[in-house]
């Protein structure tokens, strides 16, 4: 199973809404001692959990380009696309949700769109960390924005509940996952 944490490469992408599925990999490599490598134009590293191994995958291609090395490292590890795992932020979802879903639409998500367009195929599960659609101004700049004040507040609960998500597909299966976090709200 290949898990992509999305998000966009640099420091002045850090800690931004779009960077939500960076912020869950570190949590993770803080967490669990992830030591990661360089190759499928990403930092890859290999996790195992009870007695399945998986493969964890941070594409470092840009949000827009993130599909190059998702493609890269599932024909590499020969990997269908249902045993994939996206984690991602989700305008279409309030800051504070945390979703576990299969499939669907992708609703303007460039690192999405990206991902499907080069292995051909929605059917991976998606573990979706709701950031919020913008009152007012372009969605770019929302999601390319820093969490405010009060959200940096509550964003460790958010993570640890993305966590925890993540874990329930690691020990039980996305069926359950997608039960138990459908539109989960964590604040």
Known sequence: MLIVFLGNPGNEYTKTRHNAGFMLAEKLEENRNVIWNSKFKGDWAKYDVNEDTYFLLKPMTFMNKSGESV???VSFFKIKPQDI???????????????????????GHNGLKSIVKSIGSQDFLRLKIGVGRPSHGDVSSHVLGRFTEDEKIVLPL??????????????????????????????
């Open 71 to 73: 493609q890269a490292a």
């Open 85 to 107: 795992i996206v984690v991602h932020d989700d305008i279409e979802s309030d800051f504070g949700i945390v979703s576990v879903k299969k499939g669907g639409g992708l609703a």
């Open 158 to 187: 958010i993570m640890d509940k993305a966590m925890e998500a993540l874990f329930m597909i690691f020990e039980k299966d996305g069926k359950t996952a997608v039960s138990k976090f459908n539109k989960l709200r964590v604040v």
